[in-house]
């Protein structure tokens, strides 16, 4: 089994930063995507952005330039930087994993950090 666990959210005001890191744990050969996901209450859960081992990036066009992935392929461990925090980017911020154990992938979830962000 893989457990993911994510920290650093919180109450933030408008124009302020935050950095969200996720670890992961357990069964683990390999980890070839590592991502950030968010839901805000009454929607969809929706990609915010994801890294592969070897370092490409994906991110939803609208968290182009506000935000930042990176991971520690050592720690297994992905951060998303938010900068410029705007009250629409209040949700709770869910980490994703697609795992690799001898030649299965499996895709995890974490709990998720809650980010509010106040105008």
């Known amino acids: 089994q893989v457990q993911l666990v994510e920290s650093g959210g919180g109450l933030v005001q408008a124009g302020g930063s935050l950095r969200l890191s996720c670890a992961a744990s357990?069964?683990?050969?390999?980890?070839?995507?590592m991502g950030w996901y968010r839901q805000a209450p009454g929607k969809q859960r929706e990609l915010v952005a994801h890294?592969?081992?070897?370092?490409?990036?994906t991110y939803k066009d609208s968290a182009k330039g506000r935000f930042t992935i990176s991971r520690d392929n050592a720690k297994n461990t992905v951060y998303l930087q938010i900068n410029s925090l705007k009250p629409e980017d209040t949700a709770v911020y869910i980490c994703y994993a697609r795992v690799r154990v001898v030649v299965r992938y499996d895709d995890y979830w974490g709990q998720g950090t809650q980010v509010t962000v106040s105008s």
């Open positions: 357990g069964s683990i050969d390999s980890i070839a995507v």
């Open positions: 890294i592969t081992s070897g370092g490409t990036t």
